[in-house]
């Protein structure tokens, strides 16, 4: 994904040089505009990969944290998950690291 977002922000070269506001050669603009269409559909189909790829990250995070989440009734009551809270681990997040400097 990132090979190709490069390959394609360097053949904008073009659009950049005009957007800083320095003077791009007449044949890179002439050559700019005839592409114009086929950048707007790369640059929106790269969109379209960013949006499928977040969504499918953020789907396997929520997995992973409903995999790891305490279990019970109990421990998802404010208060009463508290009090468990001081007698015992049981409603803590599920340690998966040992913290091995002690």
């Known amino acids: 994904m990132h090979h190709c977002f490069e390959a394609l922000h360097g053949k904008l070269g073009t659009a950049d040089a005009r957007a800083a506001g320095t003077d791009a050669?007449?044949?890179g603009k002439q050559a700019f505009l005839k592409q114009q269409q086929n950048y707007r559909e790369?640059?929106?189909a790269q969109a379209?990969?960013?949006d499928a790829f977040m969504t499918l990250t953020m789907a396997q995070l929520e997995h992973i944290r409903v995999r790891y989440r305490?279990?019970?009734y109990f421990c998802h009551v404010p208060v009463v998950r508290d009090v468990i809270g001081i007698f015992?681990?049981?409603c803590m997040p599920i340690k998966t690291a040992v913290n091995e400097r002690g």
């Open 25 to 27: 050669s007449q044949n």
């Open 42 to 44: 790369r640059l929106n």
């Open 88 to 90: 015992s681990d049981q």
């Open 70 to 72: 305490p279990s019970g």
């Open 48 to 50: 379209r990969r960013l």
